[in-house]
């Protein structure tokens, strides 16, 4: 026992890692229990994602990993070695416009504190990318793996029916 | 006054912000050097601590400094009683770190700093505490038992405050009343759960001999001051700020927290910043919750369903301590009248310890639950007198030349319960409206026949908002034209940023999005409170309208002397300053900012601009003329309103309930909502939205469960189940307007409306459903399972 406690515990133990992160390259050293939220956040410094729960329930820190949508706060960094990234900052890319999910989310007020909204619009991303044309049902289905405690989700749903409209009318992929 | 964007429904300034993942929660902020720290929690709800061992943890590579109850000195203090009560006889508040005794599963009794929150929660691994566990409080019944355990051992029946409160003769009404009713009706613990839970940064600057603390809080002015006084540092020297804040609804208006102040202290002691942010199983652990109260209720009316008298006595569920003292249950009492003219009325309670997590507000405070109460008591009326259950609620309103009405109660602010206005069959008629209340029972008759079961509630309560004592706003022009405003009131959602810069964008005739709106940093505005009790819109709102119409009244003054015009003929508006009836002539604000400021050095283009008009030199005598007061085009102003103003709404719904499995649907929803004057009825319809969405989670999923031991057995989103989008219906809003006489802008609160009548329309909702089963709902939450239960009971 006793020298086992004197090694490096696994948990501990570093590791290389080359992630894509809204277009831009990293190579970092990582260990390999640190969460890719906290990678995220506090290695990279894109607080955008926030952490809700840490246990994979609230969808906060919702991110894209290789286009589809998941949960940050439920992989480990060293997962996401050799994939892309994107996060609520790299929504609007380099534009200083809104991106068309982010305006219809400011033009019906579906965001009150704001710590959900990241991780809500990261899903709407996703679910507007498999379904450009949702029904109020799907949109509430989608939405149900994302805790949001200030809207009452109403005006949420607005503003994601507003956004598929725009990309569909802008013939915008997403 | 001017409102031409006071009322509108425009898109919020804090968005664009937040929307781009730039919003400034306390975890967003790191800083150099900094440090993580952990928190070890009490895994007993009671026991004796034996002894703590923290050596191994104070070795482990990466920890910085382990810290128990008896490391911290004259810092080891309880927390503050806040607001102390006479009927609060045994008030009991929690130190830092417990010292001889636990009270609750999750109270703190070690702090760890570590190089990073993994390290620093390894240690919390290798801290050893011996526990002598002792007999457990888990519940109000368990409390109230005649020889019951001791939650503390000095206060005897775990009674923390009795309080009994009497309006009219009630007893003389019971003597001779036609019909008289009791029942017993139980609410039992939720949790507020904001999305962000709890989090301190504290950074002490020994160049400066400043502390600063980011903290995810509702009373950051509050804290500064407290802080100050444990860590003797003057109170400009304590800096606190609650940056975004994401959600609060309550429970984040406390102070202290342990955390509030370990952080600082660890902060101080080791010269680098610490940053401790609670995780979720934490806040199901440490952050207060609310609502349990066991009501013991009688009541008496007439053949026509006119309430004659109510006498209610409940006990409240204190948890372990009382730091907030017994604010939420006042505030049960004073709500259950509601908007009813109740002229005969005894309440009392008993507030008792349980070792459980301490409780204090949650959107509503006390008020779902008499809502609950009188609601039942006249769906109760109504089926006993086999009358509509809406027409028993218009025949017992208050109505509309009555106001002021005073209930005749001590209110949670030491001021009546006086109702400034109101105009509830108003609301209750736009109700059935929506809901298409007279078309109702046909739908449910056919439905019936179809083998399902269609129920609609109404609720209707009255809520207390805008309380003082007061809260201050400062409003200023730059010179080069940006106009800020500050106040000590936090923003966690409300769209303070937005509303507030409507009501000062109407004086200075600027717009809203040109207003830079600060809330909850003590250095920009130090006096003040916080937000809470729907007071913000109300209290800061009017400070702030204050301190822009002085502002405004200085821009005249100035420009006046400038233009050598009248003050009452200068017209401000598009950002311009000018003689009414001569716009061409004009200043910018910015300019005029200047001008206020009478310098010889004034620089930059606007003062360059200035110069070259060639307006009216200075007048003789003092540079500063008396009128003008101070330099500067800058203003503040302070509210303190006379007592609180009453708001008011009325929700109903349509459900479907499947009696197989107790599991119940939203066919419909709608609230009919009056707080005075809306600033921005975008902004009002999503604090409703969000208000009944909780409440719906209040009625329906969330129960925090503990067992006999006083462990919470559903800490976790997996089991405390909040609605997501598919459990929540579409809800329809309209607004009633009855401003309030009380305040410059005529408006009430809106914060916790939404949330308030869910339970009492819910359970009003189930009864008419399920009426063929002869239910008769009694309790809140329900959750699917336990409808079931009461249905196979009343089958069996």
């Given at each position: 026992?006793?020298?086992?406690?004197?090694?490096?515990?696994?948990?501990?133990?570093?590791?290389?890692?080359?992630?894509?992160?809204?277009?831009?390259?990293?190579?970092?050293?990582?260990?390999?229990?640190?969460?890719?939220?906290?990678?995220?956040?506090?290695?990279?410094?894109?607080?955008?994602?926030?952490?809700?729960?840490?246990?994979?329930?609230?969808?906060?820190?919702?991110?894209?990993?290789?286009?589809?949508?998941?949960?940050?706060?439920?992989?480990?960094?060293?997962?996401?070695?050799?994939?892309?990234?994107?996060?609520?900052?790299?929504?609007?890319?380099?534009?200083?416009?809104?991106?068309?999910?982010?305006?219809?989310?400011?033009?019906?007020?579906?965001?009150?504190?704001?710590?959900?909204?990241?991780?809500?619009?990261?899903?709407?991303?996703?679910?507007?990318?498999?379904n450009p044309n949702p029904s109020d049902e799907e949109i509430r289905h989608e939405l149900s793996g994302n805790i949001c405690r200030c809207t009452g989700y109403q005006n949420i749903v607005e503003a994601v029916k507003l956004a598929a409209e725009r990309l569909r009318e802008q013939n915008m992929e997403v | 006054m001017a409102t031409r964007w006071f009322g509108a429904p425009i898109p919020r300034n804090e968005d664009p912000r937040l929307l781009r993942g730039k919003g400034?929660?306390?975890?967003?902020?790191?800083?150099?050097?900094?440090?993580?720290?952990?928190?070890?929690?009490?895994?007993?709800?009671?026991?004796?601590?034996?002894?703590?061992?923290?050596?191994?943890?104070?070795?482990?590579?990466?920890?910085?400094?382990?810290?128990?109850?008896?490391?911290?000195?004259?810092?080891?203090?309880?927390?503050?009683?806040?607001?102390?009560?006479?009927?609060?006889?045994?008030?009991?508040?929690?130190?830092?770190?417990?010292?001889?005794?636990?009270?609750?599963?999750?109270?703190?009794?070690?702090?760890?700093?570590?190089?990073?929150?993994?390290?620093?929660?390894?240690?919390?691994?290798?801290?050893?505490?011996?526990?002598?566990?002792?007999?457990?409080?888990?519940?109000?019944?368990?409390?109230?038992?005649?020889?019951?355990?001791?939650?503390?051992?000095?206060?005897?029946?775990?009674?923390?405050?009795?309080?009994?409160?009497?309006?009219?003769?009630?007893?003389?009404?019971?003597?001779?009343?036609?019909?008289?009713?009791?029942?017993?009706?139980?609410?039992?613990?939720?949790?507020?759960?904001?999305?962000?839970?709890?989090?301190?940064?504290?950074?002490?600057?020994?160049?400066?001999?400043?502390?600063?603390?980011?903290?995810?809080?509702?009373?950051?002015?509050?804290?500064?001051?407290?802080?100050?006084?444990?860590?003797?540092?003057?109170?400009?020297?304590?800096?606190?700020?609650?940056?975004?804040?994401?959600?609060?609804?309550?429970?984040?208006?406390?102070?202290?927290?342990?955390?509030?102040?370990?952080?600082?202290?660890?902060?101080?002691?080791?010269?680098?910043?610490?940053?401790?942010?609670?995780?979720?199983?934490?806040?199901?652990?440490?952050?207060?919750?609310?609502?349990?109260?066991?009501?013991?209720?009688?009541?008496?009316?007439?053949?026509?369903?006119?309430?004659?008298?109510?006498?209610?006595?409940?006990?409240?569920?204190?948890?372990?301590?009382?730091?907030?003292?017994?604010?939420?249950?006042?505030?049960?009492?004073?709500?259950?009248?509601?908007?009813?003219?109740?002229?005969?009325?005894?309440?009392?309670?008993?507030?008792?310890?349980?070792?459980?997590?301490?409780?204090?507000?949650?959107?509503?405070?006390?008020?779902?639950?008499?809502?609950?109460?009188?609601?039942?008591?006249?769906?109760?009326?109504?089926?006993?007198?086999?009358?509509?259950?809406?027409?028993?609620?218009?025949?017992?309103?208050?109505?509309?030349?009555?106001?002021?009405?005073?209930?005749?109660?001590?209110?949670?602010?030491?001021?009546?319960?006086?109702?400034?206005?109101?105009?509830?069959?108003?609301?209750?008629?736009?109700?059935?409206?929506?809901?298409?209340?007279?078309?109702?029972?046909?739908?449910?008759?056919?439905?019936?026949?179809?083998?399902?079961?269609?129920?609609?509630?109404?609720?209707?309560?009255?809520?207390?908002?805008?309380?003082?004592?007061?809260?201050?706003?400062?409003?200023?022009?730059?010179?080069?034209?940006?106009?800020?405003?500050?106040?000590?009131?936090?923003?966690?959602?409300?769209?303070?940023?937005?509303?507030?810069?409507?009501?000062?964008?109407?004086?200075?005739?600027?717009?809203?999005?040109?207003?830079?709106?600060?809330?909850?940093?003590?250095?920009?505005?130090?006096?003040?409170?916080?937000?809470?009790?729907?007071?913000?819109?109300?209290?800061?709102?009017?400070?702030?309208?204050?301190?822009?119409?002085?502002?405004?009244?200085?821009?005249?003054?100035?420009?006046?002397?400038?233009?050598?015009?009248?003050?009452?003929?200068?017209?401000?508006?598009?950002?311009?300053?000018?003689?009414?009836?001569?716009?061409?002539?004009?200043?910018?604000?910015?300019?005029?900012?200047?001008?206020?400021?009478?310098?010889?050095?004034?620089?930059?283009?606007?003062?360059?601009?200035?110069?070259?008009?060639?307006?009216?030199?200075?007048?003789?005598?003092?540079?500063?003329?008396?009128?003008?007061?101070?330099?500067?085009?800058?203003?503040?102003?302070?509210?303190?309103?006379?007592?609180?103003?009453?708001?008011?709404?009325?929700?109903?719904?349509?459900?479907?309930?499947?009696?197989?499995?107790?599991?119940?649907?939203?066919?419909?929803?709608?609230?009919?909502?009056?707080?005075?004057?809306?600033?921005?009825?975008?902004?009002?319809?999503?604090?409703?939205?969000?208000?009944?969405?909780?409440?719906?989670?209040?009625?329906?999923?969330?129960?925090?469960?503990?067992?006999?031991?006083?462990?919470?057995?559903?800490?976790?989103?997996?089991?405390?189940?909040?609605?997501?989008?598919?459990?929540?219906?579409?809800?329809?809003?309209?607004?009633?307007?009855?401003?309030?006489?009380?305040?410059?802008?005529?408006?009430?609160?809106?914060?916790?409306?939404?949330?308030?009548?869910?339970?009492?329309?819910?359970?009003?909702?189930?009864?008419?459903?399920?009426?063929?089963?002869?239910?008769?709902?009694?309790?809140?939450?329900?959750?699917?399972?336990?409808?079931?239960?009461?249905?196979?009971?009343?089958?069996?």
């Open positions: 026992m006793q020298e086992q406690e004197e090694e490096t515990p696994a948990f501990t133990e570093e590791c290389d890692i080359a992630v894509t992160v809204n277009g831009r390259h990293y190579e970092q050293r990582v260990t390999v229990r640190l969460l890719l939220s906290d990678f995220l956040r506090h290695e990279l410094h894109h607080t955008g994602t926030h952490v809700g729960c840490e246990h994979g329930v609230c969808g906060c820190c919702t991110v894209l990993l290789n286009g589809e949508a998941v949960r940050s706060c439920l992989m480990f960094a060293v997962q996401a070695d050799g994939m892309v990234v994107t996060t609520i900052e790299g929504m609007a890319g380099t534009n200083s416009d809104l991106h068309p999910i982010q305006q219809a989310f400011q033009e019906k007020h579906g965001l009150q504190c704001g710590f959900c909204t990241p991780g809500i619009i990261m899903t709407v991303h996703a679910m507007l990318h498999e | 400034n929660y306390v975890d967003d902020i790191d800083l150099p050097e900094q440090l993580h720290a952990a928190v070890l929690r009490s895994t007993h709800a009671r026991a004796r601590i034996l002894n703590i061992d923290v050596s191994a943890a104070r070795v482990l590579p990466g920890v910085h400094l382990v810290l128990a109850a008896s490391d911290l000195g004259e810092v080891l203090e309880p927390s503050p009683l806040l607001v102390p009560h006479h009927a609060l006889t045994q008030p009991r508040t929690q130190l830092p770190l417990a010292r001889d005794e636990v009270h609750y599963v999750g109270e703190a009794v070690a702090f760890v700093v570590a190089d990073n929150r993994y390290i620093a929660e390894d240690a919390l691994d290798l801290i050893d505490v011996e526990y002598e566990p002792l007999p457990v409080i888990h519940s109000l019944e368990v409390a109230a038992a005649e020889d019951a355990p001791l939650v503390h051992a000095d206060v005897p029946g775990n009674v923390a405050a009795h309080l009994a409160q009497t309006v009219g003769d009630p007893d003389t009404v019971f003597s001779s009343a036609p019909h008289i009713e009791r029942e017993t009706l139980l609410m039992d613990r939720g949790a507020a759960m904001p999305m962000e839970c709890r989090g301190v940064l504290a950074r002490w600057d020994a160049h400066e001999d400043m502390l600063t603390c980011w903290i995810s809080t509702q009373g950051p002015i509050p804290i500064r001051n407290g802080l100050a006084a444990i860590f003797h540092l003057p109170e400009h020297k304590v800096r606190v700020i609650a940056p975004d804040v994401g959600g609060g609804f309550g429970t984040k208006i406390m102070m202290f927290y342990p955390e509030e102040v370990l952080t600082p202290f660890a902060a101080i002691h080791l010269g680098k910043p610490v940053k401790w942010i609670e995780d979720r199983r934490e806040h199901f652990i440490s952050a207060n919750q609310e609502r349990s109260q066991l009501h013991e209720v009688e009541y008496a009316f007439d053949d026509q369903g006119i309430l004659l008298a109510v006498r209610d006595k409940f006990l409240h569920d204190a948890g372990a301590y009382t730091p907030y003292g017994i604010i939420v249950p006042i505030i049960t009492a004073c709500t259950l009248p509601g908007p009813y003219r109740l002229k005969n009325y005894s309440s009392e309670f008993t507030v008792l310890y349980t070792n459980k997590v301490p409780v204090s507000p949650y959107r509503g405070a006390g008020r779902p639950h008499a809502v609950f109460v009188m609601e039942r008591i006249m769906d109760r009326i109504a089926g006993e007198l086999n009358l509509d259950r809406a027409e028993v609620r218009s025949r017992n309103f208050i109505a509309p030349d009555e106001f002021p009405w005073d209930v005749g109660l001590v209110y949670q602010d030491g001021g009546p319960t006086k109702y400034d206005s109101g105009n509830y069959q108003a609301g209750l008629d736009k109700l059935k409206v929506l809901l298409d209340y007279d078309n109702f029972p046909a739908m449910q008759a056919e439905a019936r026949k179809q083998g399902r079961y269609l129920g609609l509630g109404i609720a209707c309560y009255v809520e207390g908002t805008g309380i003082g004592p007061y809260e201050g706003a400062q409003v200023r022009v730059e010179s080069d034209g940006r106009v800020f405003a500050s106040t000590g009131v936090t923003t966690q959602g409300q769209a303070h940023y937005t509303t507030f810069a409507q009501i000062v964008a109407d004086q200075l005739g600027v717009d809203p999005k040109d207003v830079q709106v600060t809330t909850g940093d003590t250095q920009a505005f130090y006096w003040g409170v916080g937000t809470y009790a729907s007071r913000a819109a109300t209290v800061a709102g009017s400070a702030m309208y204050l301190a822009a119409v002085k502002v405004r009244e200085k821009a005249k003054l100035v420009a006046a002397d400038l233009f050598e015009a009248a003050p009452e003929d200068v017209e401000l508006a598009g950002g311009k300053v000018f003689v009414k009836d001569a716009p061409h002539r004009s200043l910018t604000l910015g300019q005029v900012a200047i001008s206020a400021n009478p310098l010889r050095y004034a620089y930059g283009e606007n003062a360059r601009k200035l110069m070259s008009m060639k307006l009216a030199g200075p007048r003789p005598g003092p540079a500063l003329p008396p009128e003008r007061g101070a330099p500067g085009l800058e203003a503040s102003e302070f509210y303190s309103p006379p007592h609180g103003s009453f708001a008011s709404g009325v929700h109903g719904a349509i459900i479907e309930v499947d009696p197989k499995t107790g599991m119940v649907s939203f066919v419909k929803y709608a609230a009919v909502h009056d707080c005075g004057r809306v600033i921005n009825p975008m902004v009002v319809e999503g604090q409703v939205h969000g208000g009944v969405a909780q409440g719906i989670g209040g009625a329906f999923f969330e129960r925090l469960v503990y067992n006999e031991e006083g462990q919470l057995t559903n800490a976790s989103f997996m089991d405390y189940l909040i609605p997501t989008a598919a459990e929540i219906p579409p809800i329809a809003v309209d607004h009633v307007e009855t401003p309030s006489p009380l305040n410059p802008l005529g408006v009430k609160g809106a914060g916790e409306a939404g949330v308030i009548p869910v339970p009492a329309l819910f359970a009003s909702a189930i009864d008419d459903a399920l009426s063929p089963f002869g239910i008769r709902v009694r309790e809140m939450p329900l959750h699917p399972l336990r409808l079931y239960e009461l249905l196979e009971e009343l089958k069996g």
